[in-house]
């Protein structure tokens, strides 16, 4: 029989993660509504810099465990550049639950909106649709706790390790292909395309060595490499030539936030951290402590995030319903920035949280 109830593990995190949730959580209950058929029961719970500034600690054990039983997790941004680790690290738990849950895949799609003025003006730019699969449990980011510091004072000098593995890659490289290949049925270019920087590294180059073994196993899907600084001017220079890219856990970091630039900033840019059977979607951004408690948080990110949820729980569960939802999502907010009213703040203009919000409730009533 098909599965109907969700339970959603709720994590709001900090800064303008509180002016993002609660609508978004509205949002999913009326589509999943409208589609009928099924129900989503969340739960929410308190975690991030301010809960550890409070408590002194990041993730609540009951929190962890919920998110380990639920069917998925929705978070919204966490850490405040002001509140951080006697190492001097922010507080990050949603590091913490991408490792622990093992959730190697972070899948950033950047995906343009009609409607609005980009920064890239040609044509080709304004229908940019290709996906950034950045591996989220290991890379540079393995050492974070345990980097080092040797010597002292002038003579010292500080060391974070990257760890690239075999499984590490395999199972994220097999990822980016099986994505691939679903995408080429779409009518997308099937290509894949491993960003790294093995000309100077020898991790990079073992990364690059266990891709082309893989990229064997997928012989209809097109393989090919660049390094990291070239597809940094790719991206900028020519976006719309790539349909999946994917990298190590840094580099995807860095390329992701440039992935948002091209979409109109990082209120634009959705994400979700997928393992083999659970998963957390939350927006690329963070808790933009500049523009906290103004009205200008843009919910977009969020509510892209949360219909990626319902398509993943639609797969993950044969769910048509859920698929459904999810695809009514995507098109209230496209339709809502095809209408040419709103205008984020972060491209000049002046739609806040309420605008935006309004205008993609309006287009969802419509569908
Ligand atoms: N996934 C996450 O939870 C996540 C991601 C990035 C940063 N962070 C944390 O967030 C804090 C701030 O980091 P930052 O300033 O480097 O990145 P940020 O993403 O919070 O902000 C970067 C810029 O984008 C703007 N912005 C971000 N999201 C927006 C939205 N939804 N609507 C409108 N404008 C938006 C901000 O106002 C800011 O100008 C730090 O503590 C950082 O560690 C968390
Ligand atoms: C805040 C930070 C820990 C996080 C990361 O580096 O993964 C963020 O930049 C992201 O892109 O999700």
């Known amino acids: 029989m098909t599965k109907t109830n969700f339970t959603i593990t709720v994590l709001p995190g900090d800064g303008i993660g509180h002016e993002i949730t609660e609508i978004c959580l509205d949002l999913l209950n009326q589509v999943v509504s409208k589609v009928g058929g099924n129900q989503l029961e969340f739960t929410s719970f308190a975690a991030g810099a301010a809960h550890y500034k409070e408590t002194g600690i990041s993730l609540p054990e009951e929190a962890m465990q919920h998110a380990f039983n639920s069917d998925a997790t929705l978070l919204a941004c966490m850490g405040l550049p002001s509140i951080r680790y006697p190492d001097g690290r922010e507080i990050a738990p ?3 639950l991408r490792e622990k849950m093992d959730l190697f895949a972070g899948v950033r799609p950047v995906k343009t909106m009609p409607g609005l003025p980009l920064p890239l003006t040609s044509d080709a ?4 649709d290709f996906v950034l699969i950045r591996e989220s449990t290991e890379g540079l980011f393995a050492s974070r706790e345990t980097f080092k510091i040797e010597g002292e004072g002038e003579s010292a000098a500080a060391y974070d390790t990257q760890k690239i593995s075999y499984q590490g890659c395999k199972r994220v490289f097999d990822f980016a292909f099986g994505l691939a290949k679903q995408r080429k049925q779409q009518g997308y270019q099937g290509k894949v395309t491993c960003v790294d920087k093995a000309n100077v ?16 196993n997928h012989t209809d899907i097109t393989a090919e490499h660049i390094y990291v600084d070239a597809a940094a001017l790719q991206l900028v220079a020519k976006p719309w030539q790539f349909d999946v890219l994917v990298t190590e856990n840094m580099f ?9 630039g091209l979409m109109g900033g990082m209120g634009m840019a959705p994400s979700a951290d997928i393992g083999f059977e659970k998963a957390v979607f ?3 951004h963070g808790t933009a402590p500049d523009i906290i408690g103004q009205g200008k948080a843009n919910p977009t990110a969020m509510f892209l995030s949360g219909a990626m949820m319902l398509d993943w729980l639609g797969h993950q569960h044969n769910n048509v319903q859920l698929i459904k939802a999810a695809n009514l999502v995507n ?12 205008l984020p703040y972060e491209l000049g203009g002046n739609s806040g949280t309420k605008a935006i919000t309004d205008k993609v409730f309006a287009e969802l009533a419509k569908l």
């Open 331 to 342: 098109k209230a907010v496209e339709n809502a920035y095809a209408s040419e009213e709103l």
């Open 282 to 284: 939350q927006p690329c």
């Open 125 to 128: 730019a304004k229908n940019l």
């Open 201 to 216: 590294l020898g991790s990079f180059y073992f990364m690059r060595q266990v891709f082309d073994e893989r990229a064997k």
């Open 252 to 260: 995807g970091d860095i390329l992701s936030d440039l992935g948002a």
């Open 94 to 96: 949603q590091l913490e």
